[in-house]
């Protein structure tokens, strides 16, 4: 079945630590964004990329980064400049012919907590 | 400032009876809106989308509502199930020249209990 995994499911971060979050799509969709998801709070999107080698920061780009290497992957970085990493993070993809470059299918998530 | 609020912020309701959950936005300019469902521990599933001039969409038991003059969206649940539970999220678009820009909900939680 084609759909979006992100891997880990859970992730821990010590002090000082980058770690990367994994996603990967099989939906041939052109475009992929990262968001995070915060209690009380609405996904705020951190990256987008419409294209393999090109993205774009979101709204909260500042302590993260991220690659598009292949069409199929769109990994983030959570670098160790991002001091309240602590949340759950979803990754999304879209068909820019029917998406209008809005998140279609999203992942299930990765939960990064600080050890 | 483009904004999207949703109450009420959590509901409990008895399984088989309706719901209701509303969406007001300030987010110009409208392009759709978008309703989404989010079991805990998961990603958001699309439930509808619906455009300027759209009134109403259904995806069975779930009927959303679109007056684009008062800016309010409502999601009306029939028959509530168990699995019925879960955040509802709406999410509202806003196309301007340099593409388009969500803005997101916080959401409505919602728990059926027997």
């Known amino acids: 079945d084609g759909g979006i995994t992100q891997s880990p499911k859970y992730l821990f971060r010590k002090e000082g630590q980058n770690v990367t979050l994994s996603c990967e799509q099989n939906l041939n969709h052109d475009a992929m964004y990262w968001y995070r998801q915060d209690p009380g709070q609405g996904l705020r999107l951190i990256y987008y990329?419409?294209?393999?080698?090109?993205?774009q920061k979101g709204d909260i780009a500042e302590g993260y980064s991220v690659s598009r290497e292949k069409k199929e992957s769109f990994p983030l970085t959570v670098t160790s400049a991002q001091k309240n990493p602590t949340a759950f993070y979803l990754c999304?993809?879209?068909?820019?012919?029917?998406?209008?470059?809005?998140?279609?299918?999203f992942g299930d998530g990765t939960r990064l907590s600080i050890l | 400032k483009n904004q999207v609020e949703q109450s009420p912020q959590s509901l409990i309701i008895l399984e088989g009876k309706n719901c209701t959950l509303q969406?007001?936005?300030?987010?110009?300019?409208?392009?759709?809106l978008r309703w989404y469902k989010q079991d805990t521990g998961r990603g958001p599933v699309s439930l509808t989308i619906?455009?300027?001039?759209?009134n109403t969409k259904s995806n069975g038991r779930y009927t959303a509502t679109l007056d684009a003059d008062t800016k309010q969206s409502s999601l009306h649940i029939t028959a509530s199930q168990l699995s019925d539970s879960a955040s509802y999220i709406c999410?509202?678009?806003?196309?301007?020249?340099?593409?388009?820009?969500?803005?997101f909900g916080t959401g409505t939680q919602l728990k059926v209990e027997l």
């Open positions: 999410v509202v678009t806003a196309h301007t020249g340099g593409g388009n820009k969500l803005t």
């Open positions: 990329s419409q294209i393999v080698n090109d993205f």
């Open positions: 619906m455009t300027f001039s759209e």
């Open positions: 969406c007001n936005y300030t987010v110009s300019p409208f392009s759709n």
């Open positions: 999304a993809s879209s068909s820019i012919k029917q998406g209008n470059h809005q998140p279609q299918h």
